[in-house]
C-alpha cells in the first residue's frame, strides 16, 4: 500500500504489529530481497554505514524519538489491578531508596538490574525508543522529555507503577536494533 493508505489505517486505529511490521520489518524483508539478489550478508555495507546512520539519525530526529530506559516499580498486578496499599507504599519506599542510591553516584544500570520490575527489560536491555505516538504512559512521557540526555528523572507515577528514567543518547545504531531490527 501507499503512504496515504498506511496513514489511513493508522488513523483508524490499526494495531501497533501493523504500524512495526509497515515501518520496521518490512525494511528488514527489502533488505532480505536486497541480500537475495545481490549476495549481500550486511546491509550496512551494502547501502553503506554512513549513509545507512544518516538516514536513521534523521528519522530519530524526525519522528522525535527519544532514548530512555526505567527503572519500574509496579503498583498494579499482571491484570493491571491494583496492588494492596502496603505493596504501594513498599515500592514508593523503594523507589526512594533506589533514588538516594543514584544521587550518592552508583550506576543506573546496576540498580535498573537489581530492581527493576519492568517486563521489557529483559528484551531492551538498553532501554526505549519512545515519541509521541509510542502509546507511553503519558506521565512517563511528559518526564522522560524533560529530561537532558544523561539526566534522570525524580520519581515518576504512572498508570502502572514508579518510573525513575535515565534519558540516553539518540544513535542510529540503536534505534535500529531496537525499533527497526528487533
Same mark, same amino acid.
Request: charged share 25%; glycine share 6%.
Given at each position: 500500500?501507499?503512504?496515504?493508505?498506511?496513514?489511513?489505517?493508522?488513523d483508524d486505529k490499526i494495531s501497533l504489529e501493523l504500524f512495526t511490521f509497515a515501518f520496521c520489518e518490512t525494511p528488514v524483508m527489502y533488505n532480505k530481497i536486497f541480500n537475495a539478489m545481490f549476495d549481500s550478508s550486511d546491509y550496512m555495507a551494502a547501502a553503506g554505514e554512513d549513509e545507512v546512520n544518516a538516514y536513521l539519525q534523521s528519522e530519530?530526529?524526525?519522528?522525535?524519538?527519544?532514548?530512555?530506559?526505567?527503572?519500574?516499580?509496579?503498583?498494579?498486578?499482571?491484570?493491571?489491578?491494583?496492588?494492596?496499599?502496603?505493596?504501594?507504599?513498599?515500592?514508593?519506599?523503594?523507589?526512594?531508596?533506589?533514588?538516594?542510591?543514584?544521587?550518592?553516584?552508583?550506576?543506573?544500570?546496576?540498580?535498573?538490574?537489581?530492581?527493576?520490575?519492568?517486563?521489557?527489560?529483559?528484551?531492551?536491555?538498553?532501554?526505549?525508543?519512545?515519541?509521541?505516538?509510542?502509546?507511553?504512559?503519558?506521565?512517563?512521557?511528559?518526564?522522560?522529555?524533560?529530561?537532558?540526555? =544523561?539526566?534522570?528523572?525524580?520519581?515518576?507515577?504512572?498508570?502502572? =507503577?514508579?518510573?525513575?528514567?535515565?534519558?540516553?543518547?539518540?544513535?542510529?545504531?540503536?534505534?535500529?536494533?531496537?525499533?527497526?531490527?528487533?
Amino acid at each position: 500500500g501507499s503512504e496515504e493508505n498506511l496513514k489511513e489505517a493508522l488513523d483508524d486505529k490499526i494495531s501497533l504489529e501493523l504500524f512495526t511490521f509497515a515501518f520496521c520489518e518490512t525494511p528488514v524483508m527489502y533488505n532480505k530481497i536486497f541480500n537475495a539478489m545481490f549476495d549481500s550478508s550486511d546491509y550496512m555495507a551494502a547501502a553503506g554505514e554512513d549513509e545507512v546512520n544518516a538516514y536513521l539519525q534523521s528519522e530519530i530526529i524526525d519522528q522525535g524519538y527519544i532514548h530512555v530506559c526505567q527503572i519500574f516499580l509496579k503498583t498494579v498486578d499482571d491484570e493491571g489491578e491494583p496492588l494492596p496499599e502496603e505493596d504501594v507504599t513498599d515500592a514508593y519506599t523503594k523507589a526512594q531508596y533506589i533514588l538516594a542510591r543514584l544521587n550518592e553516584g552508583v550506576d543506573f544500570f546496576e540498580l535498573m538490574d537489581q530492581y527493576s520490575q519492568d517486563p521489557g527489560k529483559e528484551e531492551y536491555p538498553t532501554g526505549y525508543y519512545i515519541n509521541e505516538d509510542s502509546g507511553s504512559d503519558a506521565p512517563f512521557f511528559e518526564a522522560a522529555v524533560a529530561l537532558e540526555e =544523561g539526566q534522570y528523572s525524580g520519581i515518576v507515577e504512572g498508570t502502572y =507503577g514508579y518510573h525513575i528514567i535515565l534519558r540516553l543518547p539518540a544513535q542510529a545504531e540503536d534505534f535500529a536494533e531496537e525499533v527497526c531490527w528487533n
